[in-house]
């Protein structure tokens, strides 16, 4: 059993579990926390061993005893950041809390979550949270059980699969095998079990001399770590296997050797499965008895689908607008003019103000469908194929641009003082 001195414990200990909802956004899971009494969301992460705040999220004002400095690293290329820890700290959700719990601060944000999710992310929990419990999460109903191990009985179940976890610097990992191409042999991996990675599949290129990159790739950026931006290459995979689930052609990056400088000091690390993978399951998560159990839901056999416009675009704040109120109404009446019908129809048509989400592009790969037809940094969204965009969800912005090869995007963006519109079409490349 793993180390029971500290970690969630249920408050009323008749109820043998616990039901959280949560929301999934680009396939990352966040979840409300109350610490020391204040409501913050977090990323459920299974690939950080530290309970992480960010600074810009102002969740740093909960009162607690700082204790020292820390340097925290992780995936990316910048240096490690630093970082403070607050002791004593009470963690509580819904029927669980766990108290004497330190909490690193981040002191420079440089990568702000809040921006690249579209709601407020104040930090991200992995170990704290489930080195005591069992965990169920349900992707199709956005639900997760917490169960109170000792009195856990695991259900008889044909179509489930149950594998070891093996917790090494208080992070899961699982075995698994890929085959690169049509005519590779299967290559054995051990992979990072990684719920905070939206992606399906990462690879350390050269973990293993066998594990190189396909002919066929593009250069994408990846994502955000703790030690700054994820570049890598993009590509398929002929195949992954775990244990008896078989998944053809799923989409995999290679991250170059500095972004995973830090993951590759686990010798045995050749990568992460992350949420494009674990998404197509109900999920039991086990840390105290060392299993991971799948049992496949409706998403399995869905494609792998990737952003093929070449922008990131994130949440910028919000914009006054206005529009037509609900109230605007038909005024009945008559007309001075003999020539014109008896009675005419007014419309009065009053307007209201609200603030709605703005959107932005943040960044545009070189030599991709949007950088050739002239998107920048910084350019405004307004309108996506006509249709404003103050509407929209970020997540929903992101996959119109993963829906079908080929495509035309047509896109309004304010630069400056200026409106323009610029047409591309997506482009399949793996």
């Given at each position: 059993?793993?180390?029971?001195?500290?970690?969630?414990?249920?408050?009323?200990?008749?109820?043998?579990?616990?039901?959280?909802?949560?929301?999934?956004?680009?396939?990352?899971?966040?979840?409300?926390?109350?610490?020391?009494?204040?409501?913050?969301?977090?990323?459920?992460?299974?690939?950080?061993?530290?309970?992480?705040?960010?600074?810009?999220?102002?969740?740093?004002?909960?009162?607690?005893?700082?204790?020292?400095?820390?340097?925290?690293?992780?995936?990316?290329?910048?240096?490690?950041?630093?970082?403070i820890?607050?002791?004593?700290?009470?963690?509580?959700?819904?029927?669980?809390?766990?108290r004497?719990?330190?909490?690193?601060?981040?002191?420079?944000?440089?990568?702000?979550?809040?921006?690249?999710?579209?709601?407020?992310?104040?930090?991200?929990?992995?170990?704290?949270?489930?080195?005591n419990?069992?965990?169920?999460?349900?992707?199709?109903?956005?639900?997760?059980?917490?169960?109170?191990?000792?009195?856990?009985?695991?259900?008889?179940?044909?179509?489930?699969?149950t594998?070891?976890?093996?917790?090494?610097?208080?992070?899961?990992?699982?075995?698994?095998?890929?085959?690169?191409?049509?005519?590779s042999?299967?290559?054995?991996?051990?992979?990072?079990?990684?719920?905070?990675?939206?992606?399906?599949?990462?690879?350390?290129?050269?973990?293993?001399?066998?594990?190189?990159?396909?002919?066929?790739?593009?250069?994408?950026?990846?994502?955000?770590?703790?030690?700054?931006t994820?570049?890598?290459?993009?590509?398929?995979?002929?195949?992954?296997?775990?244990?008896?689930?078989?998944?053809?052609?799923?989409?995999?990056?290679?991250?170059?050797?500095?972004?995973?400088?830090?993951?590759?000091?686990?010798?045995?690390?050749?990568?992460?499965?992350?949420?494009?993978?674990?998404?197509?399951?109900?999920?039991?998560?086990?840390?105290?008895?060392?299993?991971?159990?799948?049992?496949?839901?409706?998403?399995?056999?869905?494609?792998?689908?990737?952003?093929?416009?070449?922008?990131?675009?994130?949440?910028?704040?919000?914009?006054?607008?206005?529009?037509?109120?609900?109230?605007?109404?038909?005024?009945?009446?008559?007309?001075?003019?003999?020539n014109?019908?008896?009675?005419?129809?007014?419309?009065?048509?009053?307007?209201?103000?609200?603030?709605?989400?703005?959107?932005?592009?943040?960044?545009?790969?070189?030599?991709?469908?949007?950088?050739?037809?002239?998107?920048?940094?910084?350019?405004?969204?307004?309108?996506?194929?006509?249709?404003?965009?103050?509407?929209?969800k970020?997540?929903?912005?992101?996959?119109?641009?993963?829906?079908?090869?080929?495509?035309?995007?047509?896109?309004?963006?304010?630069?400056?003082?200026?409106?323009?519109?610029?047409?591309?079409?997506?482009?399949?490349?793996?």
């Amino acid at each position: 059993m793993i180390g029971q001195q500290r970690g969630f414990h249920f408050i009323n200990k008749e109820k043998n579990y616990v039901d959280l909802d949560f929301q999934l956004i680009n396939n990352i899971i966040v979840i409300p926390i109350e610490i020391n009494k204040k409501k913050l969301n977090f990323i459920l992460d299974t690939g950080v061993n530290k309970t992480i705040v960010f600074s810009s999220s102002k969740a740093d004002t909960i009162s607690s005893d700082i204790d020292q400095k820390f340097k925290l690293s992780g995936l990316g290329k910048g240096l490690p950041i630093e970082a403070i820890v607050l002791k004593n700290n009470i963690f509580k959700i819904k029927n669980l809390i766990s108290r004497n719990n330190n909490v690193f601060v981040v002191l420079k944000d440089n990568f702000d979550f809040s921006s690249k999710m579209g709601i407020t992310i104040h930090g991200v929990i992995g170990f704290d949270l489930l080195k005591n419990l069992i965990l169920r999460i349900n992707f199709k109903s956005k639900k997760i059980r917490f169960y109170k191990p000792a009195t856990f009985k695991y259900k008889e179940c044909k179509k489930c699969e149950t594998f070891a976890l093996t917790i090494f610097q208080k992070k899961p990992y699982i075995a698994a095998s890929i085959v690169l191409n049509q005519n590779s042999k299967k290559i054995p991996v051990n992979m990072l079990l990684d719920s905070g990675g939206s992606d399906a599949i990462w690879l350390f290129e050269h973990s293993r001399k066998d594990i190189t990159t396909p002919e066929v790739y593009f250069t994408d950026f990846l994502g955000v770590g703790l030690s700054g931006t994820i570049y890598g290459k993009r590509s398929r995979l002929f195949s992954l296997t775990i244990g008896r689930f078989l998944f053809k052609n799923p989409t995999v990056s290679f991250l170059d050797s500095i972004s995973s400088k830090k993951a590759r000091q686990y010798n045995e690390r050749n990568g992460s499965i992350g949420n494009d993978i674990l998404k197509r399951f109900k999920v039991w998560i086990d840390y105290p008895n060392k299993k991971l159990t799948l049992q496949k839901n409706g998403s399995f056999t869905t494609g792998f689908n990737y952003n093929m416009s070449g922008i990131e675009v994130v949440y910028d704040g919000k914009i006054l607008v206005k529009e037509a109120s609900r109230n605007s109404a038909e005024s009945f009446g008559n007309t001075p003019d003999p020539n014109s019908a008896r009675n005419s129809v007014s419309i009065i048509t009053n307007y209201v103000y609200k603030f709605k989400p703005s959107f932005k592009i943040n960044e545009v790969l070189k030599g991709s469908p949007a950088d050739i037809a002239g998107v920048l940094k910084d350019d405004i969204i307004m309108k996506i194929n006509g249709k404003t965009v103050y509407n929209y969800k970020l997540e929903d912005i992101i996959a119109s641009f993963q829906e079908e090869d080929q495509k035309i995007i047509r896109l309004t963006v304010l630069r400056g003082v200026n409106i323009l519109t610029i047409n591309f079409k997506l482009k399949k490349i793996i």
